[in-house]
């Protein structure tokens, strides 16, 4: 096991001799790298009974004859109000529509232009047009968070929000970026949806802004298979978002102890985009186990960063404060190389039996770069990575691994051990 006091020149002794796996050798490990998508839970017996006995109970509406905090929902909010530290918390059908009813809540004039990164998920602008706005498109710095000078020029040029995201659970520079945006006098939405746990200076993500939008989705800390919800301090922002969440014929009341704010439910359009109890009463129960998660995700990637820290020809991601970032998916750069030998690279990492992603890979189409999302930049990817070439340049380098909470030691040296034997062997551009 590497640790921050060895050579990371010479390759770790886990794994077999011999060249990599994609050249002819033996590769390093044989079990399947543990992701979501093959069955990998963070789940105990007692949060699968949670969801059971919420089915049991025969009521999978939020806003059925129980009081609000009598639900599974109403007390799942309420445990996020009190792990965040915010007033107010609306569970819903995904981190894409927490995004959107943030923005919506947000009161703008439709069709306003919002900021958000070149380098995120395709549900960030999709969200942005879901909640009537139209995207403004920022590039991103070497390490992939949002270029703070082309966001001023962004802002110069009229933009009416910002969606900062905390992509792959690296925390954006929020210090900054809200001293920038309050100089414009806009608002900030966090798209915490990959950073679902990660703090900054200690302080969690998602309740910088004036709302944080997560997902509950399948590979996110918190795991229910679908869902989300939305964190903020301002009342009448919160009230709009229950409204166009789906909440009418007075429920809005529902979520009020007292006073609410003057939001006619009836002057809004209802979207349908509510969280079930079936599945609030399992993300309920896992909200008590995320702070062990959220350990072992740190772990692991110390764990990894350590071994790959000194190693010549990779650039790990660097975070904006020590410890800012989640820590369930490694990100590193490979400088100067192009596209097709990042390619290369993680399919040979692949074939040592580790997951490995190239973001620009050309025979792929992840919705990560910003090329591929022909709804927005049209159908010509070379136009596209003209108008944003730094943020392109960038992820051409870009490798992406995901690390499980489940990780043990030995799968973490595999890891390095597999970039270590490989990275000597990627051919020139």
């Known amino acids: 096991?590497?640790?921050?006091?060895?050579?990371?020149?010479?390759?770790?002794?886990?794994?077999?001799?011999?060249?990599?796996?994609?050249?002819?050798?033996?590769?390093?490990?044989?079990?399947?790298?543990?992701?979501?998508?093959k069955g990998d839970v963070w789940i105990s017996e007692a949060d699968e009974q949670a969801a059971i006995g919420a089915i049991?109970?025969?009521?999978?509406?939020?806003?059925?004859?129980?009081?609000h905090a009598e639900t599974h929902t109403g007390r799942f909010e309420q445990g996020l109000c009190d792990y965040f530290g915010v007033r107010h918390a609306?569970?819903?059908?995904?981190?894409?529509?927490?995004?959107?009813?943030?923005?919506?809540?947000?009161?703008?004039?439709?069709?306003?232009?919002?900021?958000?990164?070149?380098?995120t998920f395709a549900a960030t602008p999709s969200a942005i047009l879901l909640a009537g706005h139209r995207p403004v498109v920022v590039e991103c710095d070497e390490d992939l968070h949002l270029d703070l000078d082309d966001l001023r020029r962004a802002l110069a040029e009229g933009v009416a929000a910002i969606v900062v995201v905390h992509m792959r659970g690296f925390a954006g520079d929020m210090p900054a970026i809200c001293a920038l945006a309050a100089e414009y006098g806009v608002p900030v939405i966090e798209d915490a949806v990959p950073a679902l746990g990660a703090a900054l200076d200690g302080r969690p993500l998602g309740t910088f802004g004036r709302a944080?939008?997560?997902?509950?989705?399948?590979?996110?800390?918190?795991?229910?298979?679908?869902?989300?919800?939305?964190?903020?301090?301002?009342?009448?922002?919160?009230?709009?978002?229950?409204?166009?969440?789906?909440?009418?014929?007075?429920?809005?009341?529902?979520?009020?102890?007292?006073?609410?704010?003057?939001?006619?439910?009836l002057a809004h359009p209802i979207f349908g985009v509510r969280m079930d109890e079936i599945r609030a009463a399992l993300a309920g129960a896992l909200l008590t186990g995320l702070p062990a998660k959220l350990t072992a995700h740190h772990r692991n990637y110390?764990?990894?960063?350590?071994?790959?820290?000194?190693?010549?020809?990779?650039?790990?991601?660097?975070?904006?404060?020590?410890?800012?970032?989640?820590?369930?998916?490694?990100?590193?750069?490979?400088?100067?190389?192009?596209?097709?030998?990042?390619?290369?690279f993680a399919a040979a990492i692949r074939a040592e039996g580790i997951d490995a992603r190239a973001l620009a890979d050309p025979g792929d189409?992840?919705?990560?770069?910003?090329?591929?999302?022909?709804?927005?930049?049209?159908p010509d990817p070379a136009a596209a990575r003209a108008r944003w070439p730094r943020t392109a340049r960038h992820l051409d380098e870009a490798i992406d691994i995901p690390l499980s909470a489940n990780l043990t030691a030995d799968d973490c040296d595999q890891l390095v051990a597999a970039v270590t034997r490989v990275l000597p062997a990627l051919p020139p551009g």
Not at 2 to 29: E, K, N, W, Y
Not at 365 to 378: K, P, Q
């Open 1 to 37: 096991m590497l640790t921050h006091g060895d050579s990371a020149t010479s390759p770790p002794t886990i794994g077999p001799p011999g060249p990599p796996a994609v050249l002819g050798g033996t590769p390093i490990r044989t079990r399947p790298w543990p992701t979501y998508d």
């Open 56 to 67: 049991r109970e025969r009521r999978y509406f939020r806003y059925d004859t129980r009081p």
């Open 90 to 119: 609306l569970a819903c059908a995904s981190g894409t529509t927490a995004i959107a009813l943030g923005l919506l809540g947000l009161g703008l004039p439709a069709g306003s232009p919002v900021a958000c990164p070149a380098f």
């Open 212 to 265: 944080g939008a997560f997902s509950t989705q399948s590979d996110k800390a918190l795991n229910t298979g679908e869902g989300g919800f939305l964190l903020t301090d301002d009342p009448e922002l919160y009230a709009r978002a229950v409204v166009f969440s789906g909440a009418y014929e007075g429920r809005l009341a529902r979520h009020f102890g007292g006073d609410r704010p003057p939001v006619d439910d």
């Open 302 to 344: 110390a764990h990894v960063a350590a071994g790959l820290a000194d190693l010549p020809g990779v650039a790990l991601r660097r975070p904006v404060a020590p410890g800012a970032y989640l820590g369930e998916a490694l990100v590193f750069r490979l400088p100067g190389a192009t596209a097709a030998q990042s390619a290369w």
């Open 365 to 378: 189409t992840n919705v990560r770069v910003f090329w591929n999302w022909r709804f927005l930049v049209g």
